[in-house]
């Protein structure tokens, strides 16, 4: 029991924590002329661990229910025995979706009819949400938060920020523009919850606009003008949004690499649109002609891009297999600062898979630095080689939990 003394302590630190939290607030609010990742730095990051899961069917994963460390969670075990399979059930249940599969039908075990997913959050205040995912063949899938299902999917993103680095990043470099608009889009639509519903418009009018092109017969102009203004219109300010995540995203990106790399190589990243072309509107208008030629769209935010370039020439051409991967890890790593200080202030899980393939020492020694400091909060790392991960834990000084996987079997050890 509390005497007096204790209690007017303890009053007198919450009140305390509770001015320091106005007062960073107020801040934060009246901050004018700063960038959202600067406005970011005046307020205090909190942060969102996994407690707990539970995997039923997905994948090669037929059954587990693991205790996690709120820091560390290394996963060890061969290639193809369900390392990635664990890491894309946690990504399922930030993003609604797997990272690796086009269609929620994919992720349920050969032969069997259902998958279920459910994972404990544990906010820093002590709260809990309960997030539940299931499944049947054939029928729709169900998403729960605390029991209760969402009606639209887009309100659950950005709830548990999650920044994913895995071999696949590679297509950021060497793949089509869709996979870096990925990117910009992965981001900005875990801190802006109106973003997904302004890219939903889009497509959705933009998929109109097509059908109107791909006409046997002279297609309404009338019609079709007037989805072209709403096309203008809602990319115009999607490409604000873009433009104004890149500008800030740009030297946060360019500090990591160069902690990756140490080696005074410079690197930068151009954000390309049509809308710096003139006014949207008039760019998609001016080849209406070419585009009822072709069957669809040739201008709109649709065909944004990044040009990625490292000392002034393109990376996709000049750089070597280690530069290539130290850029893409430094893409993802920069999204994990940008959005541990956007609008959440909430530290994004980070999921790390066989990041140190094709990586020199140097490299990798940078690497297991930065992710073994406190600026990260909880991390998922699987790999093959056991090395590694001693590597990150002799310079780690928080818990973590090491478990074997073998033929989709995850074990503690």
Not at 31 to 43: I, P, Q
Not at 385 to 400: A, P, T, V
């Amino acid at each position: 029991m509390l005497g007096m003394h204790d209690f007017c302590v303890a009053k007198l630190l919450i009140l305390s924590h509770m001015l320091k939290f106005i007062i960073d607030f107020f801040r934060f609010s009246h901050a004018k002329g700063l960038s959202l990742h600067e406005k970011g730095r005046l307020c205090r990051l909190n942060y969102m661990i996994l407690d707990h899961i539970s995997i039923v069917n997905y994948k090669n994963i037929l059954s587990a229910n693991l205790q996690l460390s709120p820091n560390m969670n290394c996963l060890l075990g061969k290639n193809g025995m369900g390392k990635t399979n664990f890491l894309d059930a946690v990504h399922f249940l930030s993003f609604c979706r797997s990272a690796n599969s086009a269609l929620d039908s994919q992720v349920i075990s050969h032969g069997l009819d259902f998958f279920m997913l459910e994972g404990c959050y544990i906010r820093e205040n002590g709260d809990e949400d309960i997030v539940y995912c299931g499944m049947k063949r054939g029928q729709k899938k169900h998403f729960k938060r605390n029991k209760k299902e969402y009606k639209r999917l887009s309100e659950h993103i950005g709830l548990i920020p999650l920044v994913s680095v895995s071999p696949a990043d590679a297509s950021i470099i060497d793949g089509g523009s869709e996979e870096r608009r990925k990117l910009i889009d992965m981001v900005i639509s875990q801190y802006d919850n109106s973003y997904m519903g302004m890219l939903n418009n889009y497509n959705k009018v933009l998929h109109q606009r097509n059908v109107l092109l791909k006409m046997e017969e002279e297609p309404d102009m009338a019609l079709m003008e007037i989805l072209e203004t709403q096309m203008a219109a809602e990319g115009e300010k999607i490409y604000a949004k873009r433009q104004d995540f890149i500008k800030d995203f740009v030297p946060v990106f360019q500090l990591y690499y160069n902690r990756i790399c140490s080696s005074g190589e410079t690197v930068s990243v151009d954000y390309v649109s049509h809308c710096q072309r003139g006014p949207l509107l008039d760019v998609i208008q001016r080849d209406r002609f070419k585009d009822r030629v072709l069957g669809y769209s040739l201008h709109g935010i649709h065909r944004d891009d990044l040009d990625l370039r490292l000392d002034g020439y393109p990376l996709k051409k000049e750089g070597s297999q280690g530069q290539t991967k130290s850029f893409a890890i430094a893409l993802k790593l920069a999204q994990f600062d940008f959005l541990k200080r956007a609008n959440s202030h909430t530290k994004p899980i980070l999921l790390l898979d066989d990041i140190f393939d094709k990586l020199d020492a140097g490299r990798v020694e940078q690497i297991v630095k930065m992710v073994a400091g406190d600026d990260f909060g909880q991390i998922f790392v699987t790999d093959t080689n056991r090395d590694h991960l001693d590597q990150i834990l002799q310079h780690y000084s928080f818990d973590y939990r090491i478990f074997s996987v073998e033929n989709g079997e995850i074990n503690a050890k």
